[in-house]
């Protein structure tokens, strides 16, 4: 799934407060994108409002201890086995139900660290330092990374704010003196009142700010529509103030705008490979919101021929430049297979089978898809009426099942069809019972069953 899709329904679900909701989406774009820094601020600011509002008292920590075991010794086994980003997504599963534990936020950002994002490990170690401002490790960890950064007057901050709780650490003497030496630290920053105050004097402050400022309301994206325009008064016309701005103005609903913006961006820096895909984005976003919008005016006159006809050239519309847009991402990020599943699905849609099967063939490398994608190589050769084949990717993807949720039941569905149309009925029938036991609702599942006993009954 395209991970600005989940970060819209992430953003939906904030403005109506539903939080355990917008932190699972969340962590689907962190499984997927694990260096997505925004998401990664998003979610430690969520659960910093949810202790906030709920409290998170002792009896509670223990509950979420206990619940928790199984994911602490997937983390242990990840530690041991060096699968950096393996245990980052463990970690965040454990943090969704203990938000404050120290330990496994250190955890993470260590992770983080060593799987090289950077950012990403610089959010989880300010995250402590904001609850625990005396923690060393973590302040000498930040240390570091802006060091690493080349960001001197940060990485002196954090280093200084290690000498004061522990005079005689060695490694923040040496790196406070070595980074003075660069002679890079800028008047006044002895009189920083916190680490707040030296992130406020840098050059990307303001950007750190607003990324982690969570936009929850109309009013809230105005105000940053705002402070992106003064920025780029006072500022000049940076990529990134651009593409945040763009960004905002697509929340809004100000597509040509946002579009203007974009391009602008690009033309600054045509080497940016994120303004192509926003701009992208937003054409695939507008051309929807016109389909829609057609749809609604066809619901109030539905023998309206004209307006079917807008309805359809609109579709095809979407639908054509969303393949040319998905082709040339995977063609510019061919190892990206969460891109080649999105470009699948599309074929898919476009019932261009043999193409759709070549990248489903691809994705299911990855194991975040491995499923799904299964799930739907077996469609396409369904389709293609090679129901053998068909069994083949049900069956590898069934015998990964744990519980029966809907996905389970696509799976168990299309199993059931494609014995059903090979002639195995009674092996027909075992998926089309699965499915039957716990929800007799699904699909046809119902007459399913009763034709296949029927013709078994008339076969005897």
């Not at 960890?141 to 950064?149: S, V």
């Not at 109030?300 to 082709?327: G, I, M, N, R, T």
């Not at 119902?446 to 076969?459: Q, R, V």
Request: hydrophobic share 40%; net charge neutral.
């Amino acid at each position: 799934m395209d991970v600005s899709k989940l970060y819209e329904r992430a953003q939906s679900a904030l403005e109506r407060n539903n939080l355990d909701y917008a932190i699972d989406l969340f962590q689907q774009i962190l499984t997927i994108e694990p260096n997505f820094v925004v998401a990664r601020r998003a979610i430690r600011a969520v659960q910093r409002r949810m202790v906030q509002q709920k409290g998170f008292p002792a009896p509670a920590k223990v509950v979420a201890v206990l619940k928790g075991i199984p994911t602490l010794v997937k983390i242990a086994i990840f530690k041991l086995t060096g699968s950096h980003e393996a245990l980052m997504i463990e970690c965040e599963k454990f943090l969704a139900v203990y938000p404050t534990n120290v330990t496994i936020l250190g955890c993470l950002g260590n992770a983080a660290r060593e799987a090289k994002y950077v950012d990403s490990a610089i959010v989880c170690y300010e995250a402590i330092v904001e609850a625990h401002a005396d923690n060393i490790n973590a302040l000498k960890n930040l240390g570091r990374l802006y060091a690493a950064k080349n960001d001197v007057k940060k990485a002196q901050y954090f280093y200084d704010e290690v000498r004061k709780r522990d005079p005689a650490d060695q490694e923040a003497s040496r790196a406070v003196t070595d980074l003075a030496a660069l002679g890079t630290i800028k008047r006044g920053y002895e009189q920083a009142d916190g680490y707040r105050d030296v992130l406020k004097d840098s050059d990307e402050a303001q950007d750190l700010e607003d990324d982690q400022r969570i936009v929850r309301t109309a009013d809230d994206v105005d105000r940053g529509i705002a402070r992106a325009r003064k920025e780029l008064e006072e500022k000049g016309e940076q990529p990134r103030t651009l593409a945040k701005l763009g960004d905002l103005l697509v929340r809004k609903g100000a597509f040509d705008e946002a579009r203007s913006v974009y391009n602008r961006a690009q033309e600054i820096d045509s080497a940016d490979g994120t303004i192509r895909i926003k701009l992208g984005d937003l054409e695939i976003k507008s051309l929807t919101m016109e389909a829609k919008a057609i749809q609604t005016q066809l619901q109030a006159a539905p023998d309206d021929d004209a307006l079917k006809q807008q309805l359809v050239a609109k579709q095809k519309e979407w639908k054509e430049f969303s393949l040319k847009e998905y082709a040339r991402r995977v063609a510019e990020h061919p190892t990206d297979l969460g891109l080649r599943l999105q470009y699948g699905k599309l074929l898919y849609q476009s019932n261009q089978m043999d193409q759709a099967i070549h990248e489903f063939q691809k994705a299911v490398e990855s194991p975040k898809f491995r499923k799904q994608t299964l799930s739907l190589l077996g469609d396409a050769f369904m389709k293609k009426g090679m129901y053998d084949l068909a069994t083949t990717q049900f069956e590898r993807a069934i015998a990964d099942i744990t519980i029966v949720d809907d996905d389970a039941k696509n799976l168990l569905y299309g199993m059931g069809c494609a014995q059903e149309q090979l002639g195995n009925l009674e092996k027909a029938a075992e998926f089309f019972k699965r499915i039957y036991e716990t929800d007799i609702g699904f699909k046809d599942v119902s007459e399913k069953i009763e034709t296949i006993y029927k013709k078994t009954k008339t076969k005897e």
